[in-house]
């Protein structure tokens, strides 16, 4: 099960250099400035955390925090 | 012992601004510097052929080193973007220009990012089927010949660029040992279709992110060798991104990760031998990591150690 925390962790392993722990969960990514590579960086991350596979597709609907945590723990 | 003996390149002085280019895809200046790592892309000068880039490389290649024409008897040009339609292969066209003795054998690799540790492989092979001698290794692969600039995923990324590598007896380097990959299932993700370079950014660096790391970890426990102990690690600069996702799963040597593409961008199967020309080659580094890796996908790893018995 994916936590606020433990995607917090994802993008700090990932080298995303925001200030992570200051981040609101409801936030969208680009309001605090992550960028196309940044999330290709944080998806392959939380894949090797969890194991999964997000399909190209899904990845629209994942633009903060708390809808990766939506989107992983509902549909796994 | 067959090795590499010298490097030379040729990259074009025309070419694009990547902050300009990046303006117009509303991307930022910090994007183009930190995730990029290009600020200036080199194109094809007017009226210049892949034959043409490939045979200023060699020129240059004859003239910084002893090489002469006449001892080459291989000559490889690593290309998927040769003159024309490919028909005849590039490296006839590239003998012609040069004016190589008819006894050279030329042909063709067709491979993209992978390409120079391949044909280190493929020369170093075949030279030493011919009990020695002199051969050459091109690497010229223009993409711009097939990137839209209106293509916001490739635009921004690739460089053109040729290098032309010296293999033969009494090498600086030897090849220590090699590795190859291929997983044809991400052949859709990087391919041309209807004349235009066609990019899944995603995939591409999801494979790279996934493959590269662990083959090269795998290359160095096999000859137990450990991370401490590469001096260098030259691999393919597909972006400053990528190279950063890779470096971080080499915790304590990531800055050993040569980054230099802030003035060609991602100049395919030239990135590698760019480096070694640039950086590496003359200076007191004794042993290093190649990894080219791309379409097909496709990837490669070698060790390179300093040939100790190398007489100047």
């Given at each position: 099960m994916l936590?606020?925390?433990?995607?917090?962790?994802a993008?700090?392993?990932?080298?995303?250099?925001?200030?992570?722990?200051?981040?609101?969960?409801?936030?969208?990514?680009?309001?605090?400035?992550?960028?196309?590579?940044?999330?290709?960086?944080?998806f392959v991350e939380l894949e090797a955390m969890t194991g999964k596979t997000v399909?190209?597709?899904?990845?629209?609907?994942?633009?903060?925090?708390?809808?990766?945590?939506?989107?992983f723990?509902?549909k796994y | 012992?067959?090795?590499?003996?010298?490097?030379?390149?040729?990259?074009?002085?025309?070419?694009?601004?990547?902050?300009?280019?990046?303006?117009?895809?509303?991307?930022?200046?910090?994007?183009?510097?930190?995730?990029?790592?290009?600020?200036?892309?080199?194109?094809?000068?007017?009226?210049?052929?892949?034959?043409?880039?490939?045979?200023?490389?060699?020129?240059?290649?004859?003239?910084?080193?002893?090489?002469?024409?006449?001892?080459?008897?291989?000559?490889?040009?690593?290309?998927?973007?040769?003159?024309?339609?490919?028909?005849?292969?590039?490296?006839?066209?590239?003998?012609?220009?040069?004016?190589?003795?008819?006894?050279?054998?030329?042909?063709?690799?067709?491979?993209?990012?992978?390409?120079?540790?391949?044909?280190?492989?493929?020369?170093?092979?075949?030279?030493?089927?011919?009990?020695?001698?002199?051969?050459?290794?091109?690497?010229?692969?223009?993409?711009?010949?097939?990137?839209?600039?209106?293509?916001?995923?490739?635009?921004?990324?690739?460089?053109?660029?040729?290098?032309?590598?010296?293999?033969?007896?009494?090498?600086?380097?030897?090849?220590?040992?090699?590795?190859?990959?291929?997983?044809?299932?991400?052949?859709?993700?990087?391919?041309?279709?209807?004349?235009?370079?066609?990019?899944?950014?995603?995939?591409?660096?999801?494979?790279?992110?996934q493959?590269?790391?662990?083959?090269?970890?795998?290359?160095?426990?096999?000859?137990?060798?450990?991370?401490?102990?590469?001096?260098?690690?030259?691999?393919?600069?597909?972006?400053?991104?990528?190279?950063?996702?890779?470096?971080?799963?080499?915790?304590?040597?990531?800055?050993?990760?040569?980054?230099?593409?802030?003035?060609?961008?991602?100049?395919?199967?030239?990135?590698?031998?760019?480096?070694?020309?640039?950086?590496?080659?003359?200076?007191?580094?004794?042993?290093?990591?190649?990894?080219?890796?791309?379409?097909?996908?496709?990837?490669?790893?070698?060790?390179?150690?300093?040939?100790?018995?190398?007489?100047?």
């Open positions: 936590t606020e925390a433990s995607i917090k962790q993008m700090s392993d990932s080298g995303i250099t925001t200030d992570v722990a200051s981040l609101s969960s409801e936030q969208n990514f680009s309001q605090y400035g992550l960028d196309s590579l940044d999330l290709f960086n944080l399909p190209d597709e899904d990845l629209d609907q994942m633009k903060s925090i708390q809808d990766v945590m939506n989107y723990n509902d | 012992m067959i090795g590499i003996k010298s490097i030379a390149s040729y990259v074009p002085d025309n070419g694009i601004d990547n902050f300009a280019q990046a303006k117009k895809f509303e991307e930022t200046v910090a994007f183009v510097k930190d995730k990029l790592g290009a600020k200036f892309l080199p194109r094809l000068e007017k009226g210049e052929e892949t034959s043409d880039i490939a045979a200023k490389a060699v020129n240059s290649l004859l003239a910084k080193s002893s090489l002469h024409k006449d001892d080459i008897s291989v000559l490889i040009v690593v290309t998927q973007n040769p003159d024309g339609a490919g028909l005849p292969h590039c490296s006839a066209l590239v003998h012609k220009k040069l004016d190589l003795p008819a006894s050279v054998a030329a042909f063709d690799v067709s491979l993209g990012c992978s390409g120079y540790v391949y044909g280190l492989s493929i020369l170093e092979g075949i030279l030493q089927s011919l009990g020695g001698k002199n051969g050459v290794l091109v690497t010229a692969d223009p993409y711009s010949k097939i990137v839209s600039q209106a293509d916001r995923a490739t635009s921004m990324l690739f460089g053109d660029a040729a290098t032309a590598t010296w293999l033969g007896e009494n090498p600086k380097w030897l090849i220590k040992d090699i590795s190859f990959g291929t997983d044809g299932n991400g052949a859709d993700f990087l391919k041309v279709e209807n004349a235009q370079l066609v990019m899944n950014g995603r995939q591409v660096f999801n494979f790279a992110s493959k590269v790391a662990p083959a090269i970890k795998s290359l160095l426990l096999k000859n137990q060798i450990s991370e401490d102990a590469v001096d260098a690690y030259v691999i393919h600069q597909g972006s400053l991104a990528i190279v950063d996702a890779i470096a971080r799963k080499f915790k304590n040597n990531e800055n050993k990760f040569i980054r230099a593409l802030e003035n060609t961008g991602n100049t395919v199967s030239s990135s590698i031998p760019l480096i070694l020309e640039e950086i590496i080659i003359g200076d007191q580094c004794l042993r290093l990591v190649l990894s080219g890796f791309g379409v097909g996908f496709s990837w490669a790893t070698c060790i390179l150690e300093r040939n100790v018995d190398y007489v100047d």
